[in-house]
């Protein structure tokens, strides 16, 4: 099991660009999160899923688009780039309903706009 | 709307020497969580808390939780260099879809 992939790792964008960071899961997970963490702000949630074909807004999600086709890939989109966004963007999965919701974090992907 | 305080953000240790993290929530939750997160890496689920009175013990590391306090403490016994990293807590909102708010974190350096 490769648990939760992101791509990219890293990506340099210039203000004005779009780009789309991609999530994948394995586990069979209904639920899907982006999150994205600053220095000294923790983490804040920007779009969740609960399944194939939903999303919600989350806390912060102003600038960004979701969207979940497929069970196990959650898409996280930029369509104009600011600077405010650079930032370090996970994805999370979690089970529903059971005794715990622990989600499970991907590796990240670091974005720095220019 | 929930918020989640933890204290201190900054923490340096002495090896062997003992400490508490502590978090504070703002309303009720079902689930309050732990991480641990290394330097440019991903979160690492540590302790999953789900009811007043928890607690879970891995090494060196135990969390408590008090829902009546709205408290959940993360104690380091006898510290070791392997320990430092960036402990997050982390409260599940009732009713959410299991949709978490994140304390700030606390950066723990144990030092030899």
């Known amino acids: 099991n490769a648990g939760v992939t992101q791509t990219p790792k890293f990506r340099v964008l210039k203000t004005g660009q779009s780009m789309t960071l991609l999530c994948a899961q394995d586990?069979?997970?209904?639920?899907m999160y982006w999150y994205r963490q600053d220095p000294g702000m923790g983490l804040r949630l920007i779009h969740y899923?609960?399944?194939?074909?939903?999303?919600a807004k989350g806390e912060v999600p102003d600038g960004y688009n979701v969207s979940r086709l497929k069970k196990q890939n959650f898409l996280l989109g930029l369509e104009s780039a600011a600077p405010s966004q650079t930032s370090v963007y996970f994805c999370?999965?979690?089970?529903?309903?059971?005794?715990?919701?622990?989600?499970?974090f991907g590796p990240g992907t670091r974005l720095l706009v220019l | 709307e929930l918020k989640v305080e933890q204290n201190p953000l900054f923490l340096s240790m002495q090896e062997g020497k003992n400490y508490t993290i502590y978090c504070n929530y703002s309303t009720t939750s079902d689930r309050l969580y732990w991480y641990r997160q290394d330097p440019g890496k991903s979160l690492e689920s540590l302790f999953v808390l789900l009811s007043n009175g928890a607690v879970k013990q891995e090494g060196r590391l135990m969390a408590s939780l008090d829902t009546k306090a709205r408290l959940s403490t993360l104690h380091i016994t006898a510290a070791v260099h392997d320990l430092s990293a960036t402990y997050f807590c982390?409260?599940?909102?009732?009713?959410?879809?299991?949709?978490?708010?994140f304390g700030k974190g606390t950066l723990l350096t144990v030092n030899p």
């Open positions: 999370a999965s979690s089970y529903a309903g059971g005794p715990s919701g622990t989600q499970y």
């Open positions: 982390a409260v599940e909102i009732r009713g959410s879809n299991y949709k978490l708010t």
């Open positions: 586990m069979n997970h209904e639920y």
């Open positions: 899923s609960v399944g194939e074909g939903t999303t």
